[in-house]
C-alpha cells in the first residue's frame, strides 16, 4: 500500500513532480503482488480542472501488467472546498478503476486492504 499526503496548492507543475516521483515507486510495488494507492488531501481540494484531468489521465493509461487494484482519496471535512468539491474524488476514476472517497485514513486503509485481498478482475475496475 502507498500512501501519499498531498499538502498546499497544486498546479501542473506540482501534480507532474509528485506523480513521477510516486511513478519511480511502481516498480517495487508491481514486482511485490497487488496495491492500491491511499491518497490524503490535507489542505485543498481547490484545483484547476486540468489536475482532474490529468489525474484520471495518469490512472487510465496505466501499464496493463499493473498490479495497481485501487485508489482511496482521504478528504477530512476540514479541507478547504470538501463540500462542494468531494463528489467529483468520488466520480472521478469511475470506469477507470476501483476507487472511493473516505473521510479519515482507519477507514481508508481499512477498505485497501479488502480490495488487495479480492481475486483479480483485470485492471481494478
Known amino acids: 500500500m502507498l500512501i501519499a499526503h498531498m499538502h498546499g496548492d497544486w498546479n ?3 501534480r507532474t513532480l509528485i506523480a513521477g516521483q510516486l511513478k519511480a515507486q511502481v516498480p517495487a510495488l508491481n514486482a511485490a503482488g497487488p496495491w492500491g494507492i491511499v491518497n490524503h488531501l490535507h489542505d485543498t481540494l481547490v484545483f484547476g480542472p486540468d489536475i482532474y484531468a490529468q489525474t484520471r489521465t495518469d490512472y487510465a493509461n496505466r501499464p496493463a501488467d499493473s498490479n495497481l487494484r485501487a485508489v482511496a482519496f482521504v478528504i477530512a471535512p476540514h ?5 462542494l468539491l468531494r463528489n467529483r474524488f468520488e466520480t472521478l476514476l469511475d470506469g477507470v478503476i476501483t476507487s472511493r472517497v473516505f473521510s479519515d485514513s482507519q477507514s481508508a486503509k481499512l477498505w485497501m486492504q ?3 485481498q479480492q ?3 483485470g ?3
Open 12 to 14: 501542473a507543475e506540482m
Open 79 to 83: 479541507v478547504e472546498g470538501a463540500s
Open 114 to 116: 479488502e480490495q488487495l
Open 119 to 121: 481475486p483479480a478482475t
Open 123 to 125: 485492471n481494478g475496475i
